[in-house]
């Protein structure tokens, strides 16, 4: 079956701008994560859902971070007023819904890019 | 924050040897998972082993746990040019508010030379 989707794969934008990323989860997972990857750096969590509700938000690095999954399937991480910092690659994964214990599949990320 | 770490940074072999890279970690896991990444891109699954279980075998992947040292190895054998790629460890503490949260360690780039 189709494994996670995401888009875009690359976004370039401008500094003070607004952005969004959306990810398609496999479908029937009701688990999923995003996590922020920097050069040379491993993943870093930022959010996890599980359904429709953000069961843990505390690695989005501040307000300008926010995500939503209103349906329980794609979710859309969201960046406001972009700093050059935000640059990164944004990774997102799903599971079958007992995190913790099912394999997390990811995606192929999207590359921000903050000019 | 990581709370894993692979260990070589950089580990450059040529094509039919074996590679082995470590994952040290700090606090107590559930479970740990080795990842493979292509080109700075998307992660692939290769193993998750479970904090009661020592050892795990897929394909030519060998991975073991030692949860008294909080350390677990990855063997690749008989290594090919396609193997070339960032592996990091993943640790899942499995527990309260950090349920469901994966920590990454920076990874071990292995390069096989043909």
């Known amino acids: 079956g189709a494994g996670v989707s995401q888009t875009p794969s690359n976004k370039v934008t401008e500094k003070g701008k607004y952005v969004e990323l959306r990810c398609d989860p496999i479908?029937?997972?009701?688990?999923l994560y995003w996590y922020r990857q920097s050069l040379g750096q491993g993943p870093e969590f930022l959010i996890y859902?599980?359904?429709?509700?953000?069961?843990?938000d505390s690695g989005l690095p501040n307000d300008r971070f926010f995500a939503v999954r209103p349906e329980g399937s794609v979710s859309t991480l969201k960046i406001q007023r972009t700093e050059r910092g935000d640059s990164a690659v944004y990774l997102c994964?799903?599971?079958?819904?007992?995190?913790?214990?099912?394999?997390?599949?990811f995606g192929p990320g999207t590359r921000l890019l903050v000019l | 924050s990581q709370q894993g770490e692979e260990d070589p940074q950089a580990l450059s072999i040529q094509e039919g040897e074996n590679a082995t890279m470590n994952c040290s970690y700090k606090?107590?896991?559930?479970?740990l998972q080795w990842y493979r990444q292509n080109s700075g891109r998307g992660l692939v699954h290769l193993i998750l082993?479970?904090?009661?279980?020592r050892e795990k075998h897929s394909g030519r992947l060998r991975v073991t746990l030692d949860t008294s040292k909080k350390s677990s190895s990855l063997l690749i054998t008989a290594s090919r040019a396609a193997d070339t790629a960032s592996y990091f460890c993943?640790?899942?503490?499995?527990?309260?508010?950090?349920?469901?949260?994966?920590?990454f360690g920076r990874g071990t780039q292995l390069t096989v030379w043909p």
């Open positions: 993943a640790t899942d503490k499995g527990r309260g508010s950090t349920l469901g949260r994966l920590y």
């Open positions: 606090t107590s896991i559930n479970n």
């Open positions: 859902f599980q359904g429709t509700g953000a069961a843990d």
């Open positions: 994964a799903s599971s079958l819904g007992l995190a913790g214990v099912e394999t997390q599949y």
């Open positions: 082993i479970r904090s009661n279980e």
């Open positions: 479908s029937g997972h009701t688990a």
